[in-house]
Nanobody, 123 residues
């Protein structure tokens, strides 16, 4: 069982930056691939980024590639999403998720989810 708690969301102007954090409970964090997803009102939950168990491999959605960086600190049981050059279309609730084994880009393949953190980008 893994419990995930996101933080770091907020209101930011276009062009600004935010760093989201996701703290995980449990002693087996390094056994879980981690992902970030986002969901805007009336839309499906979309993949943003994912990272492998040890952090060596990362994956990004085209919409955030070059503007965002996912990283993890297994000693702190935490995964991060640094987002730069934010755009109004990045406005959404951002969720972190965990799954055993290989990272994935499909929400349905993740077993554990946080409660989400709101990111609002004003124009």
């Amino acid at each position: 069982q893994v419990q995930l708690v996101e933080s770091g969301g907020g209101l930011v102007q276009a062009g600004g930056s935010l760093r989201l954090s996701c703290a995980a409970s449990g002693r087996t964090f390094s056994s879980y691939a981690m992902g970030w997803f986002r969901q805007a009102p009336g839309k499906e939950r979309d993949f943003v980024a994912a990272i492998s168990l040890g952090g060596a491999t990362t994956y990004y959605a085209d919409s955030v590639k070059g503007r965002s960086t996912i990283s993890r600190d297994n000693a702190k049981n935490t995964v991060y999403l640094q987002m730069n050059s934010l755009k109004p279309e990045d406005t959404a609730v951002y969720y972190c998720a965990a799954k055993l084994g290989v990272a994935a880009v499909t929400p349905a393949r993740y077993d554990y989810w946080g409660q989400g953190t709101q990111v609002t980008v004003s124009s």
